[in-house]
């Protein structure tokens, strides 16, 4: 009867796919079933655990010889540990090296003595080799688009330089604003692209962190900060897609100009202040001066007109919502819309976990 239900526990265990190694309490191993011995590509049975690591070639994730008293039957066993999904190596007589993972608990009896351990473990071989694959495929996608983004950054520069070039030489007080606004608006999108090559991201932009720059560059471009003085409050990070974030800021630096060209007419000072905030799924952004406001029927002037236009295009493209407030004391836009749910970067993920274990 006895013998008779050893081979069953037998049969069972050799119907597992992962492999079942069994040792008594010396360590000594006393069943093997077949997943294991065909990880290992040999005959398990009889091994101590000083010996683990000769008897069976097994290796370290780093190729050195596996230390035995570190691995994890070793250790179920002489130090009473659990030990859950450990990796090592196993060279194969045939040569072949096979990547492990395994976990291995001891086995106490009703009154906690410790009578053997068990250790399970699965072949991993193909699913770190397809990993290393794709990590190597994710860490030249992110070179390239490293690439990609210094080049469209400096291609940007060029166009602003170019557009910059014929300013001084154009006496029409429009056209010569025209091309100042289209620069500035090169601009935008290139310190949008210069922040992505910096922060080391190549599709989400830190608007907290390059508004309050692109706001004290338009306010120094129209030759008003010793007069107007600019403000910017911001609350965390607001990280948004590039295409959202470039929105964003163009429409925050269009209204930023039409109150340094319109808001202190006639006046010797004046304040903007732009805030940014976000509660995780609102991002609010306000746009305030203590100008002269507006008056009720539109813009402050038909030029100005264009700059709002634009912002309301922008602000639509992101689904934003746009309040006015405006009177004698001044003009405020409150800009509201929900932020996109965050997004989970694989790349970026498998790309740190691959660099902080090679630190």
Sequence with gaps: MLSSLEGFKSVVLDQLGEGV?????DGRIISVNRAAEEIHGRSLVGG???????????????DAPHPPDELPLARAVMRGEDVVDAPWKIRRPDGTV?????????VRDSEGVQIGSVLTLR???????????????????????????????NSLQIVASLVALPMKRIDDEIARETLSLTRQRIEVITAAHRSLYELGTHDHVDCAQLLPDLCATVVQTYSVDDHIRLTCQTEGEIVLPVSKAVSVCLAVTELVTNACKYAFTQRDKGA???ALESDGETVRIEVEDDGIGMPAHGPRTKHSGIGTILVESLTQSVGADVKIETGPAGTKYVITFNRPPAEHDFSSSLIAKRRKAAS
């Design 21 to 25: 190694i069994i040792a008594d309490a």
């Design 48 to 62: 101590a655990p000083d010996s683990y690591s000769d008897d069976y070639q097994l290796l370290t994730m780093d």
């Design 98 to 106: 096979v990547i492990a993972v395994g976990t291995a608990r001891p």
């Design 123 to 153: 072949d991993e071989t193909s699913r770190v080799i397809a990993e290393q694959a794709l990590l190597q495929a994710l860490e030249m996608k992110e070179l390239l688009l490293f690439e990609v983004n210094h080049r469209v950054r």
């Design 272 to 274: 903007i202040h732009v």
